[in-house]
């Protein structure tokens, strides 16, 4: 049996392990799929992983869940049952279980707050007896026919994991600022002092991003007291993402993707994913005048007297400054973090298969239907990647049903790798 690991015990993980857990039930073949988890199961989704308190909502609906479409195309004449065994790790499956199923209803299906789907993950991993290893990823290399991980725990110690195929999820950490200053917080270092109710009494503060977490960060900070509060981004304008059927049916059904020029796709992904906050966050901001929007990008960080300056550029025109008491970065994870766990030899591997430097753009160029960059002998996945040449859905919460069918269908390939194992009656992921 190949064996798959993935990076980061997120929701991508839990759809591929709880498919890979149906399939087997249903006698299908699967890979053994074992997670690598720095925090805890849903770690991003809690106060702990850096991203949000855990208070704040999701913005998509719940009911894109581990399972979503449930419109599985992996085996003729079984994927009824595929979808039906994937139903029983579904959010309103969770519900029922736990006993909150009428209530959600008749509360008119709230998005739960980060911790709840933090909640949910960890009872879909309890109920497949999710293969979980604690630990941080701390290096990848290349082996003769898969990849060397290590990971090391909690007190230090380095295991080393030799796997076929690998996928790594999440968006790094989140503890990088824009600068090293007292008062600009990277956006764990914000949400810590949120969580001990400790964030500086502040009369002028500045968000720099536009995106999802710009919009959780802008949520928590309208509850407090603060003067004004600046949203620092790029574009001309705050953009409401784009929620209707159409954009949303891109997003859950990725088969009409292909056939839109990349001009075209990009224009979407601007338009629905990319600096702009979802219709809710956009809301309760609206009814806040003392929320505004500084278009530039911040080029420069300075002391000034008590606070910080900002430099803001927008090309043409010259260059502004503007003072603020309290900055948080909240400009997101960085898409390429993952390059930092490769050592030379994988990172050598990864430039001759995107042909390459390795640049966002070429990487996104070479994902191919199996969400796994196209060239490589084993495996890499990389959904978060996938969004300009296979769909947009695929870095988010979208579609992960379509996503653990492309990642298991590849997986489960019998490759020349698979064969030689099974002929050896070796297992993989060796602790060595
Ligand atoms: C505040 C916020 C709100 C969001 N809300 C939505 C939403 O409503 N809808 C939506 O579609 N998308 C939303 N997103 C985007 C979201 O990041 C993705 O949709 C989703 O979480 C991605 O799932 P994932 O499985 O890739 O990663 P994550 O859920 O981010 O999981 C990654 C995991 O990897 C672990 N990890 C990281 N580094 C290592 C390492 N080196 N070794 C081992 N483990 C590691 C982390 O601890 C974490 O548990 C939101 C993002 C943010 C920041």
Redesign the pocket.
């Known amino acids: 049996m190949k064996t798959l690991l993935v ?8 759809a591929v392990a709880a498919k890979a857990h149906v399939l087997r039930e249903l006698g299908l073949p699967a890979p053994r799929v074992v997670v ?10 809690l106060p702990s ?1 850096g ?2 308190d855990g208070r ?1 909502r ?3 609906s719940p009911e ?1 869940d581990v399972g979503f479409p449930y419109h599985s195309t992996m085996a003729r004449g079984r994927n009824r049952e595929i979808n039906e065994g994937m139903q029983a790790f579904s959010w309103t499956s969770f519900l029922v279980d736990q006993g909150g199923y009428s209530e959600w209803i008749d509360r008119g299906r709230p ?1 739960p707050q ?1 911790h709840v789907w933090a909640k949910y993950l960890q009872w879909v991993g309890h109920r497949i007896d999710l293969e979980l290893i604690q ?4 290096s990848i290399s290349p082996a003769a026919d898969g990849w060397l991980v290590s ?1 090391t725990d909690a007190d230090g110690a380095v295991t080393q994991l030799d796997t076929d195929e690998l996928m790594i ?5 989140s503890t990088r600022a824009l600068a090293d200053h007292p008062k600009v917080l990277s956006i764990s270092a914000f949400w810590e002092l949120a969580g001990r109710r400790e964030l500086p009494v502040s009369s002028r503060v500045a968000v720099i991003g536009g995106g ?2 710009a ?2 960060a802008l949520d928590e900070l309208v509850r407090h007291e603060m003067l004004t509060v600046s949203v620092i981004s790029p574009m001309a304008t705050l953009y409401t993402r784009g929620e209707s059927f159409f954009e949303n049916s891109l997003y859950s059904d990725p088969v009409k993707w292909a056939g839109l020029s990349v001009e075209q796709r990009r224009d979407v992904i601007r338009r629905t994913d990319r600096g702009v906050f ?1 219709v809710r966050v956009q809301e309760s901001l609206l009814g806040d005048d003392r929320v505004h929007h500084l278009q530039g990008r911040v080029t420069r960080v300075a002391d000034e007297g008590s606070g910080v300056a900002l430099t803001l550029r927008n090309s043409p025109r010259p260059d502004q400054v503007h003072t603020f008491d309290l900055v948080v970065d909240a400009t ?2 960085h898409p390429l973090w993952f390059l930092e ?1 490769f050592d030379a030899d994988a990172a050598d591997l990864l430039e001759l298969a995107v042909g390459g430097p390795l640049t966002m753009a070429r990487i996104e160029a070479t994902i191919g239907y199996d969400l796994a960059v196209t060239g490589l002998e084993s495996k890499l996945f990389l ?2 990647m996938a969004a300009l040449t296979q769909g947009p859905g695929f ?4 579609c992960l049903g379509e996503l653990s069918d492309r990642v298991l269908r590849a997986a489960g390939d019998a490759g020349e790798s698979a064969r030689r194992e099974a002929a050896a009656g070796a297992e993989r992921v060796r602790v060595r």
């Open positions: 990076i980061g015990a997120g929701p991508k993980a839990l690598v988890e720095a925090h805890a199961v849903g770690g991003n989704w992983g991203w949000t704040h999701l913005g998509t894109k998005s980060h630990g941080r990823v701390s990971v999820t999440g968006p790094g950490r999802e977490t919009g959780s979802s997101g994870g766990m959904p978060n870095p988010n919460l979208s």
